[in-house]
């Protein structure tokens, strides 16, 4: 019932909950507090609210946001509880006294003063703000002076309106003992510190505290590029949920020849970049993208199709080719869209096929096989299961853009499938790790993830107290106790690299974007540092709980191919999760959603080639457990698997890396190629060299409008 309620008053945990009804409940008994008059009644709801109010928002509530959007939003809570006070003042006979008129004049002097502190700190916020994000990228040059204390800036408007609770606990006091010197001595400290904040804020609006204007940035990052020379860049835009999409390319780019470069083009993408040693520009403004040098880069690679991909497509110096974020059967792999650039680059021959067979305008000789780079931490599967018990992954897709019924199986056989696992009559461990996009659109796919997920966190629960597992919890309770140690000691490890404690690289105590971005300097020693971490981690994390235990696995750790090494067979959707498995060599299985028939599903669908196929109502899962348990003899599709796995990813040698990287290279080779041919042909030598630094005309730019028309 308790998890119901969290669900749905959509709260992360039982302390936020009865937080939340706390909150609800105070409001009412101080108001009834005051008309009584009862001054410990009020007094005690008083209390319960501002300690209810302060772990909200110390957990970063989700009602925090939501009493915003009903106009109970933090000022209106802490204005209501002051005039709720002097309403109990007037109740108790208080009105013609001292008191009474001097606490109406003090709490609309303290909620004056919010004015000119709200003022300061958004004034700081927004001139700490720079044109441009970067990583691994030195701008020692503009000299950007060091970020105000977070204690100053973070939760600001809370820790101000907070500073009422002096005046609230003097007023009261004075009431209880006859005695107004205590209520002028708490309205007067209230006062005091609400002119010492406004006042700690002031320096940080001096010039010399602020960063350096627009034009004297990007002039020092477009000197940084001019000295880097850049010759591959990843383009990257898209939404908070969709930072996966980048961070799965970040190796290859470091393993690439030549000087490689991130661009991304939304802030929030930043902090949820992964540890990576190659240099890293957020450009948010089209303008400033349009007029960055990038004249020596010859080769962009794109992860996703978006609308502000526009902007450097329009360039035509280099070479555009979509790498996308996974090989998959769905739609999107076969975008119409894909033919604004120069090339497509897919894993294996099917992608080539895939665009033959669409014939969406694609041309043949524009697409390149070039493996799979990502696939290499993915291990081969030895032909048994890893554990006694058998572990199977659940990694359904999310609802898409429509609501096709072949999009997931979450919507129509989600249920069924975990269902069917959980009650097998021989023991199967479930790993249910749904797609980040997951209820992102659609309402009912999020409330089936929530029923999924309170599935396996029940059957988990049964599992621990089966006195069929007793035993191995029992000899193995060291060794979690050990793990979870060791867990312990890696995240604070990672919290004192500046990392976040499930080591994906996004900071706990972040800085603000100007001193980050100052500070955040290629460190070889603490990159090595981050991956040796991240791999003990995600060992550790296998090992502190027992391999018979179920569980729910969210966020960006432990990380999907990790999942992968951990389970000895998938249940999954058409997508490229389905595509990246195959590369292990291990049993699957995936919903025909849709209903369209083992054959036609297959025929529409290269990947389920090698699949067990299953109805919504998942009765084939027999069929996966067989395979998984049964070795080689109860695994037909064992042969089929490792045909599909080369026409879907390409051949195993040479090594995907290497392939992509000679893909690159003559890539490269053509864009130069196609600069010289402009450059003889108009005369224009900054066609193909980079830009003279001193030259200020619109052609000595790399985004070259009049080139690019």
């Given at each position: 019932?308790?998890?119901?309620a969290?669900r749905?008053?959509r709260?992360g945990?039982g302390?936020e ?5 706390v909150l609800?409940l105070?409001?009412p008994?101080i108001m ?10 009020f ?5 319960a609210?501002?300690?209810a ?8 509530s989700?009602?925090?946001?939501r009493?915003?959007k009903v106009?109970?939003?933090?000022s ?9 006070l002097i ?6 006979e208080?009105?013609e006294?001292t008191?009474?008129y001097?606490t109406?004049?003090?709490l ?5 003063l919010?004015?000119p502190h ?8 927004l001139?700490?703000?720079m044109?441009?994000?970067t ?5 020692s040059?503009l000299r950007?002076?060091?970020a105000?204390p977070r204690?100053l800036?973070?939760r600001?408007?809370e ?5 009422d609770v002096?005046?609230?606990a003097g007023?009261?006091?004075a ?9 002028y001595a708490?309205?007067?400290l209230?006062?005091v510190?609400?002119?010492a904040y ?6 940080f ?10 034009d ?10 001019r000295?880097y020379r850049?010759?591959t860049?990843?383009?990257?835009s898209?939404?908070r949920e ?5 961070n799965?390319w ?5 393993q690439?020849?030549g000087?490689p470069?991130?661009?991304?083009r939304?802030?929030?993408i930043v902090?949820?970049?992964?540890p ?28 996703a ?10 360039v035509?110096?280099?070479k555009?080719?979509f ?22 680059w897919?894993?294996?021959r ?6 033959a067979?669409a014939?969406?305008?694609?041309r043949d000789?524009?697409?390149v ?13 030895s032909?048994t ?8 992954l659940y ?14 199986s979450?919507?129509?056989a989600?249920?069924?499938?975990v ?8 023991p ?6 749904p797609h980040?996009?997951?209820g992102?659109?659609?309402?009912r796919?999020?409330?089936?993830h929530?029923?999924?997920t309170?599935?396996v ?21 060291a060794?979690?106790?050990a ?5 312990a000691r ?12 499930n080591?994906?690289g996004?900071?706990k105590?972040a800085?603000?974007e100007?001193e980050?971005s100052?500070?955040a300097?290629p ?9 040796l ?7 550790a994390y296998?090992?502190?709980f027992g391999w018979w235990?179920?569980r729910v696995?969210t966020g ?11 389970s000895d067979?998938?249940v999954?959707d058409?997508?490229s ?8 060599g291990k ?19 290269t ?9 919504n109502?998942?009765r084939?899962?027999?069929e ?6 049964g070795?080689e ?7 089929a698997r490792r045909e599909?796995k ?5 051949p195993?040698?040479p090594?995907?890396?290497v ?6 290279r003559a890539?490269a080779a ?6 010289l041919g ?11 060299t980079?830009?003279?630094p001193?030259d200020?005309a619109p052609?000595?730019?790399g985004l070259?409008t009049?080139?690019?028309?």
């Amino acid at each position: 019932m308790i998890s119901t309620a969290i669900r749905l008053a959509r709260v992360g945990s039982g302390s936020e909950l009865a937080a939340a009804a706390v909150l609800g409940l105070g409001y009412p008994c101080i108001m009834l507090a005051a008309l009584i008059p009862n001054l410990w009644f009020f007094a005690a709801a008083v209390a319960a609210t501002y300690f209810a109010d302060q772990h909200l928002h110390q957990r970063g509530s989700y009602l925090i946001n939501r009493l915003g959007k009903v106009r109970a939003g933090l000022s209106i809570r802490f204005l209501v509880r002051q005039l709720l006070l002097i309403l109990l003042l007037a109740r108790m006979e208080l009105a013609e006294q001292t008191i009474f008129y001097v606490t109406i004049a003090s709490l609309l002097l303290f909620y004056a003063l919010q004015a000119p502190h709200g003022a300061l700190v958004t004034l700081i916020r927004l001139r700490r703000r720079m044109p441009v994000v970067t990583r691994n990228i030195d701008l020692s040059m503009l000299r950007i002076p060091a970020a105000p204390p977070r204690r100053l800036l973070n939760r600001s408007a809370e820790k101000m309106l907070h500073l009422d609770v002096f005046a609230v606990a003097g007023v009261l006091a004075a009431v209880e003992s006859g005695r107004d010197v205590l209520g002028y001595a708490g309205l007067a400290l209230s006062l005091v510190l609400a002119v010492a904040y406004v006042t700690a804020l002031l320096p940080f609006t001096r010039r010399g505290r602020r960063v350096p204007p627009a034009d004297t940035v990007l002039e020092g990052v477009d000197g940084w590029l001019r000295d880097y020379r850049p010759t591959t860049v990843l383009y990257f835009s898209g939404s908070r949920e969709s930072a996966y999409q980048v961070n799965m390319w970040l190796d290859t780019m470091k393993q690439l020849d030549g000087k490689p470069l991130i661009v991304l083009r939304e802030r929030h993408i930043v902090p949820q970049l992964a540890p990576t040693s190659v240099p890293v520009i957020c450009v948010p403004s089209a303008t400033h993208l349009m007029n960055m040098d990038l004249s020596t880069v010859r080769v962009a690679l794109y992860a996703a199709n978006v609308g502000k991909n526009i902007h450097m497509l329009r360039v035509p110096t280099m070479k555009h080719v979509f790498i996308g974020h996974g090989d998959s059967d769905k739609v999107a792999s076969i975008n119409p869209y894909s033919k604004v650039y120069d090339e497509v680059w897919s894993a294996g021959r099917a992608g080539r096929d895939r665009y033959a067979l669409a014939d969406v305008g694609v041309r043949d000789e524009d697409v390149v096989e070039v493996g799979r780079p990502q696939l290499a931490p993915i291990q081969t599967w030895s032909g048994t299961p890893k554990h006694p018990v058998p572990t199977v992954l659940y990694a359904p897709t999310w609802e898409g853009w429509d609501d096709n019924p072949g999009n997931t199986s979450l919507l129509l056989a989600g249920e069924n499938i975990v269902r069917r696992l959980l009650e097998s009559p021989e023991p199967v461990r479930v790993l249910y790790k749904p797609h980040p996009f997951t209820g992102t659109r659609s309402p009912r796919a999020k409330a089936v993830h929530e029923r999924i997920t309170a599935m396996v966190e029940k059957a988990a629960a049964e599992r621990a107290t089966d006195p069929r597992w007793a035993k191995e919890a029992s000899a193995l309770r060291a060794g979690q106790s050990a793990a979870r140690a060791e867990l312990a000691r890696i995240e604070a490890r990672l919290g004192e690299l500046g990392a976040g404690g499930n080591g994906n690289g996004k900071a706990k105590t972040a800085r603000d974007e100007a001193e980050t971005s100052r500070d955040a300097l290629p460190d070889p020693a603490r990159e090595a540092e981050l991956a040796l971490l991240g791999d003990e981690w995600n060992a550790a994390y296998w090992r502190s709980f027992g391999w018979w235990e179920h569980r729910v696995v969210t966020g960006a750790e432990p990380r999907l191919y990790d999942c992968f090494n951990e389970s000895d067979g998938m249940v999954s959707d058409i997508s490229s999760v389905v595509s990246d498995f195959i590369a292990s060599g291990k049993p699957y299985a995936v919903t025909d959603s849709a209903e369209l028939g083992a054959e036609e599903f297959k025929k529409q669908n290269t990947a389920v080639r090698a699949a067990v196929i299953l109805s919504n109502d998942a009765r084939q899962l027999g069929e996966l457990l067989a395979a998984i348990t049964g070795g080689e003899s109860a695994d037909p599709l064992a042969e089929a698997r490792r045909e599909l796995k080369a026409y879907l990813l390409g051949p195993d040698e040479p090594a995907s890396i290497v392939q992509f990287n000679d893909a690159v290279r003559a890539l490269a080779a053509k864009s130069e190629a196609r600069n010289l041919g402009v450059a003889q042909r108009s005369g224009v030598e900054t066609a193909v060299t980079a830009a003279d630094p001193s030259d200020s005309a619109p052609e000595a730019t790399g985004l070259d409008t009049t080139v690019a028309g």
